[in-house]
């Protein structure tokens, strides 16, 4: 009862950010660089020695496992699926059935049915697909912060090492350095190709021409269109079943199909971006670890000094008010508990279809629904982005002052820099357009405006034309916080990429310098 009791809780309980506590194992020193030295290493036994005697001091072994969380199979699974959606295959994929929706298109004129299975598709789409981007965004988050920690475990013993051998020497050399050559890893075509497309799907040219076009939907319903009702029409353009009319339901579905291709789009090369970044920025911390891992083993054999790592605490980001709501809400969008009240509408929905005969409006509802909760979904994503991209920031800024006191102790003269926050005109809109779709007062305007949708719908007891009204606006708004989503990443991996960037250059200037204090003592 116990084990099954703890398995529902892994796998449907919203997991809550917490504090852990990390420490970094001891990087061994080479046995054979210890060998001419060994009588000043008094910390190493002669087992310890024999141990790691097939080691070069360039060879080491880092525990990567994340033993932090007790992962559910729920949580596997979700972690696979996040991997695989932000995979080639699936960008290939929605390219093609996007090209092939077109094609059927303009082979059979665009009928209404055509454009209902888009909404309706991308509508189920994007609702999953926000699950699946708030999970991607909390354990990528948690990733880095586990980084953070080991590198800051470590950053307490390389001070008290180096500060230990820099006393050791009889004199100080300040050495003028130039900026070492740090390659970081080449992007393949694709990634090349997705990572300018990005940059222009984000862009603020993109952005004003996605609000011109719905100004211009807008104009466009006072044109006559013709209605999609059934014959004997009481007039071309006038009685109570007119043949075309205004701001029709046709003309509303018109601007849901369009935004139902610019949410397909945009949701997908978001979660690719994501990935291919996150990917990227891994790998680059791992060799920046590996590095980091030398360093000590270095510092070890130089001083002989094998006292532990120290353990640190790495916090949460901290959240208080509405945010702490916000947070919460966010944790159970990427959790067990989302996909399973996900899979139980999906059930009631198709449980429903021969009620209502499989009409229009049983076709719209899974689109109104998700549609609705994708909107909050989706100022929920921004903000929570914003606030974890925020944190994760400072605590990379604050390895960026380790690295540099690090090479203040040495005596290496040289300045890490920061990413540039110097902003045009337009770029300084774009943030504050940003900033003001990010902030918690957002996702409370999008709360308020649902349940506004919700009183407008059942005074239309839910007609085709209530459930248009309540997709419609929030669709545009919610292709709007998709785009500037992806706005918002395009700066955060800049800034992430050239903050790793530093940090490989302080390493490997360090680690340069001992390897000439270790070539010296051989």
Same mark, same amino acid.
């Not at 912060?145 to 013993?157: D, E």
């Not at 405006?449 to 919700?454: F, N, Q, Y």
């Given at each position: 009862m116990g084990s099954t009791r703890d398995w529902i809780k892994r796998s449907f309980v919203p997991r809550q950010a917490t504090a852990f506590s990390i420490q970094s194992t001891v990087v061994q020193p080479s046995s054979t660089l210890l060998s001419p030295i060994s009588r000043e290493v008094s910390g190493i036994s002669e087992k310890e020695k024999d141990e790691f005697s097939e080691y070069e001091i360039d060879q080491f072994q880092i525990k990567e496992e994340d033993d932090l969380l007790n992962h559910s199979y729920i949580d596997v699974m979700l972690k696979i699926f996040v991997r695989w959606a932000g995979s080639i295959t699936v960008f290939c994929i929605a390219s093609l059935i996007l090209i092939l929706w077109i094609v059927i298109g303009i082979v059979y004129k665009a009928p209404e049915t055509w454009q209902i299975i888009m909404q309706d598709g991308q509508s189920i789409q994007c609702y999953i697909w926000d699950t699946l981007l708030m999970r991607q965004q909390l354990d990528d988050s948690d990733r880095f @912060? *586990?980084?953070?920690?080991?590198?800051?475990?470590?950053?307490?013993?390389h001070k008290q090492l180096l500060t230990?051998?820099?006393?050791?020497?009889?004199?100080?050399?300040?050495?003028?350095?130039?900026?070492?050559?740090?390659? @970081? *890893?080449?992007e393949n075509w694709f990634d090349r190709q997705a990572t300018l497309f990005s940059k222009i799907l984000g862009s603020a040219p993109a952005i004003i021409l996605y609000w011109i076009g719905v100004f211009v939907w807008v104009g466009c319903g006072a044109l006559k269109l013709k209605t999609d009702s059934d014959p004997p029409y009481t007039g071309r353009y006038s009685g109570s079943n007119p043949e075309y009319v205004s701001w029709s339901d046709v003309w509303q579905m018109y601007i849901n199909t369009a935004v139902a291709v610019v949410l397909l789009i945009s949701s997908v090369v978001l979660q690719n971006v994501r990935a291919r970044n996150n990917k990227f920025v891994r790998n680059e911390l791992n060799k920046v670890s590996l590095l980091d891992s030398k360093i000590e083993g270095t510092s070890r054999y130089l001083t002989g000094n094998m006292e532990p790592n120290k353990e640190v605490e790495v916090l949460p980001c901290k959240r208080k008010g509405f945010e702490k709501v916000i947070s919460f809400y966010a944790a159970i969008i990427g959790s067990g508990i989302g996909l399973a009240i996900s899979v139980l509408v999906?059930?009631?929905?198709?449980?429903?279809?021969?009620?209502?005969q499989w009409d229009s409006n049983w076709w719209l509802i899974i689109g109104t629904y998700t549609g609705l909760v994708g909107y909050i979904d989706g100022f929920t994503l921004r903000e929570t982005f914003r606030a974890i991209t925020a944190y994760d920031e400072a605590k990379f800024d604050e390895l960026l002052d380790d690295s540099q006191e690090l090479l203040t102790i040495l005596g290496i003269d040289y300045q890490l820099q920061r990413p540039s926050t110097k902003f045009n005109i337009q770029q300084r809109i774009s943030v504050y357009v940003s900033n003001a779709c990010s902030s918690k007062y957002s996702v409370m305007a999008s709360v308020f405006?649902?349940?506004?949708?919700?009183v407008i719908a059942s005074g239309l007891k839910w007609?085709?034309?209530?459930?248009?009204?309540?997709?419609?606006?929030?669709?545009?708004?919610e292709g709007f916080c998709l785009l500037i989503l992806i706005q918002a990443h395009v700066w955060a991996d800049y800034q992430r990429r050239f903050t790793v960037r530093q940090l490989a250059i302080s390493r490997t200037l360090i680690a340069r310098f001992l390897d000439l204090e270790v070539s010296a003592r051989r």
């Open positions: @912060l *586990a980084f953070y920690g080991r590198l800051k475990s470590r950053f307490s013993m230990e051998f820099h006393r050791s020497q009889k004199k100080v050399h300040i050495r003028s350095t130039e900026t070492p050559t740090v390659d @970081l *890893a080449e999906f059930i009631v929905w198709l449980a429903i279809g021969h009620l209502m405006t649902v349940v506004a949708l919700l007609s085709v034309t209530g459930q248009l009204i309540c997709n419609s606006p929030t669709m545009i708004i």
